[in-house]
């Protein structure tokens, strides 16, 4: 019989490759608009996800439930807090999919010296977003393997990066782009947390593909904590080595910051070759995505909450029928990259993703402290747990608060509709239950 579950060093690489894939390519160019300072939006974003993690992983381990990120919820607000957990986390991967796909084509036109149109985008989203959900139709132990492929696409420029970059790297020139905008210290870090968080999203896939994994009781703690301490410490290392081999101004003016690195190390060869497999990785962390979107809405209709046709699974354990239709959904929400202002979309879909999924994490932390009083029987390791997670809540509504009211009024919007959604679900017959 054919190995259908994915092993924890498979679920450890494709939650790392869901958190660098669309988060690292662009991260030099986007924090020398603030310059080395957003280093210190890094720290905070480092302990919030280190703390959330922690959270999940002790979750992971206690609880006796099923059915995602929402049973963490669950445990203290019953179950409309499981559901919407459960559907902020679906609808942000929805978007944030869309944002990844954008992300990965524009990349992708750069590295092959096409010049960038919103119709080229937009048909470009589009087809690889049906091709990362055509390479997820067969068992989580495949994708697993195609993941793992893709992950040392981005890895193995990265971490020789951080092993050699400290040979050149100018302490004088790091001091210079320390802070070129003069940028008050409070405005730097809000300004950067936005995208730091955007490139920490992901820790949580373990947790939301729990199914899909071998033993998930033990390994889905270790994929988290193992999976988050790695992209945190090439995150930190990559972009701050970058801030003292590069003036800021090259990488500002360049679709490619990386292969800018390179290329003044190494030459304009390497820059290329780096380009093509940052740009592989990304467009396979697509892959990652859209099989955890598709198992979210799997876990879901399991629960009752969405229509039983997402959880319906193929001969290889694959919820291929609902990943067509999300699919078909994601290509309509597409059509405003066909508007001339496709990098503003981007930072909006981006934000909005983010914005929901800190919702979704607030409501997982708090039901930690439920979680824990039902299911673990040390004293001890429950203050911890409940300690962590109020340093966690803190930092996420802190998160929270730096985002803009545009993106947080579309948000709220959304998750009001989860509500209606859900008052129908209990009163139309819309479920399986």
Request: charged share 10%.
């Amino acid at each position: 019989m054919p190995r259908r579950k994915m092993s924890v060093t498979q679920l450890t690489l494709l939650t790392s490759l869901s958190m660098m894939g669309a988060g690292i390519i662009m991260l030099p160019a986007k924090f020398a608009e603030i310059g080395a300072i957003s280093m210190l939006s890094w720290i905070v974003t480092a302990l919030a996800s280190g703390a959330v993690a922690y959270v999940f992983a002790q979750c992971g381990m206690l609880s006796k439930r099923m059915g995602g990120l929402g049973c963490f919820a669950e445990y203290a607000f019953g179950e409309p807090g499981a559901f919407l957990v459960n559907y902020s986390y679906a609808i942000s991967l929805v978007f944030g999919n869309i944002a990844i796909s954008l992300a990965a084509v524009s990349y992708g036109l750069s590295w092959f010296h096409l010049p960038f149109s919103s119709v080229f985008a937009c048909i470009g989203c589009v087809l690889l977003l049906w091709i990362a959900s055509l390479l997820t139709f067969r068992s989580p132990y495949i994708t697993g393997r195609i993941t793992g492929i893709f992950v040392w696409a981005l890895l193995l420029p990265l971490i020789t990066l951080v092993i050699v970059g400290g040979f050149w790297f100018d302490p004088a020139l790091y001091a210079a782009n320390w802070n070129p905008h003069q940028i008050p210290t409070v405005d730097a870090v809000s300004s950067g947390i936005s995208m730091t968080f955007w490139a920490f999203l992901g820790l949580e896939s373990a947790c939301a593909n729990a199914e899909s994994v071998e033993n998930p009781e033990k390994n889905v703690p270790k994929a988290v904590i193992c999976a988050t301490l790695l992209t945190a410490f090439i995150y930190i290392a990559t972009t701050n080595l970058t801030a003292g081999l590069v003036p800021n101004v090259a990488l500002l003016q360049s679709d490619a910051p990386f292969a800018v690195v390179y290329a003044s190390l190494f030459g304009g060869t390497s820059g290329a070759v780096v380009s093509f497999l940052l740009w592989l990785g990304c467009a396979g962390s697509l892959v990652s995505w859209q099989f955890t979107m598709a198992r979210v809405f799997a876990s879901s209709a399991h629960a009752g909450f969405f229509p039983p046709i997402f959880g319906q699974m193929n001969k290889h354990d694959a919820a291929v029928k609902g990943l067509v239709i999300l699919t078909g959904v994601q290509s309509l929400l597409c059509l405003p990259i066909l508007s001339p202002s496709t990098f503003t979309i981007y930072e909006q879909i981006t934000d909005l993703a983010v914005f929901i999924t800190l919702f979704a994490f607030v409501l997982c932390m708090s039901g930690s402290f439920a979680l824990a009083k039902a299911e673990c029987t040390s004293l001890e390791r429950r203050e911890t747990i409940n300690s962590v997670a109020i340093v966690a809540i803190a930092m996420l509504l802190g998160s929270l608060y730096c985002l803009n009211f545009g993106t947080m009024k579309i948000g709220t919007v959304l998750l009001c509709l989860g509500w209606v959604y859900y008052g129908m679900l209990k009163g139309l017959p819309l479920s399986n239950q």
